[in-house]
Nanobody, 113 residues
Framework: QVQLVESGGGLVQVGGSLRLSCVAS???????MGWYRQAPGKQREWVAT???????TYADSVKGRFTISRDNAKNTVYLQMNTLKSEDTAVYYC????????WGQGTQVTVSS
């Protein structure tokens, strides 16, 4: 069983930045990794994915503002979030893709205006 632990969330003003981290209990080298988010009263939505070869894809809503990256040596995936908007407020979840599809417990990001 793989455990994913997110951190780095918090309260930030509109236009600010945050960097989320997701540390896995095991190796992530052979897995694509992703970030999702869930705002109050809404369904969980995909934010970004990074492949094993570090290719990246983003939801249109965050393209140009968010950057996903990975450090396989540290079993860690990052999400750099810049120019934050109030609509970015959500719980952010890390996901390890694969047959079992592991999820982290989430970290709260609140963007205030």
């Amino acid at each position: 069983q793989v455990q994913l632990v997110e951190s780095g969330g918090g309260l930030v003003q509109v236009g600010g930045s945050l960097r989320l981290s997701c540390v896995a209990s095991g190796s992530i080298r052979l897995n694509a990794m992703g970030w999702y988010r869930q705002a109050p009263g809404k369904q969980r939505e995909w934010v970004a994915t990074i492949s094993t070869a570090s290719g990246t894809t983003y939801a249109d809503s965050v393209k140009g503002r968010f950057t996903i990256s990975r450090d396989n040596a540290k079993n860690t995936v990052y999400l750099q979030m810049n120019t934050l908007k109030s609509e970015d407020t959500a719980v952010y979840y890390c996901r390890q893709f694969g047959p079992d599809g592991y999820w982290g417990q989430g970290t709260q990001v609140t963007v205030s205006s």
